[in-house]
């Protein structure tokens, strides 16, 4: 299975409207993390937002907030007022700490965001 | 501060040929790990390293192999390139642990194998 579900292989915005680019994750863990990155065309990885497991507020990093759904396993990321420069690929990741080996890191297949003059 | 620095940033190999990237990180990260991206399919773990000294294997390892003889140091080594490994490689690092230790990326590697 699947650890990390990305379903919109591409999403298109206009410019200062609201996305939200959906997530879900599956782990029988009870601590995880789960992050979303950023990669615009030059192709770094940029990190964007993480929410722990265990946080009972969403996190929020300036224009950018995960939505978590710990019964739904969804970790949405609503990104407000989209600007031109937020079209890029955008990926979720989740982290297991798992027995021996540590830390497991595990990516989805991201989503494309186009955003609209 | 460099962070996670991948050398070369670009290679082209021919068929059979061997070839190392490497990774360096100034950070103190215990982890360290290698990905590959390929259209469509997100990043895969090839291997990773809990320590120095440590290597195990991740999701697609065959044709690959590793070393970290030093912990700021994550070497990974291809033993006979074939065209399917021709992807755009990453490395990164992380503290370890729980909590918000994100993991930090180098800018990439693309190797293209005729």
């Known amino acids: 299975a699947q650890k990390i579900t990305q379903t919109q292989p591409g999403m298109f915005v206009q410019e200062k409207e609201a996305v939200t680019l959906d997530c879900t994750y599956d782990t029988s863990d009870q601590s995880y993390g789960l992050f979303w990155y950023k990669q615009p065309s030059s192709g770094e990885m940029i990190f964007l937002i993480y929410?722990?497991?265990?946080?009972?507020q969403n996190a929020t990093e300036g224009r950018y907030s995960l939505n978590f759904q710990k019964a739904r396993k969804s970790a949405n990321l609503v990104i407000s007022a989209s600007q031109l420069g937020d079209s890029a690929m955008y990926f979720c990741?989740?982290?297991?700490?798992?027995?021996?080996?540590?830390?497991?890191?595990?990516f989805g297949t991201g989503t494309s965001l186009t955003v609209i003059p | 501060n460099a962070g996670v620095t991948q050398t070369p940033k670009f290679r082209v190999l021919k068929t059979g040929q061997s070839m190392t990237l490497l990774c360096a990180q100034d950070?103190?990260?215990?982890?360290m790990y290698w990905y590959r991206q390929d259209p469509g399919m997100g990043l895969r773990l090839i291997h990773y390293?809990?320590?120095?000294?440590?290597?195990a294997k991740g999701e697609v390892p065959d044709g690959y192999n590793v070393s970290r003889l030093k912990k700021q140091n994550f070497l990974l080594g291809l033993e006979s390139a074939a065209p399917s490994q021709t992807s755009v490689y990453f490395c990164a690092s992380s503290m370890g642990g729980s909590g918000a230790n994100v993991l930090t990326f180098g800018a990439g590697s693309r190797l293209t194998v005729l």
């Open positions: 990741a989740m982290r297991e700490n798992v027995v021996y080996t540590g830390n497991q890191f595990y």
């Open positions: 390293s809990v320590g120095e000294g440590t290597t």
């Open positions: 929410q722990g497991s265990y946080d009972e």
């Open positions: 950070m103190n990260h215990e982890y």
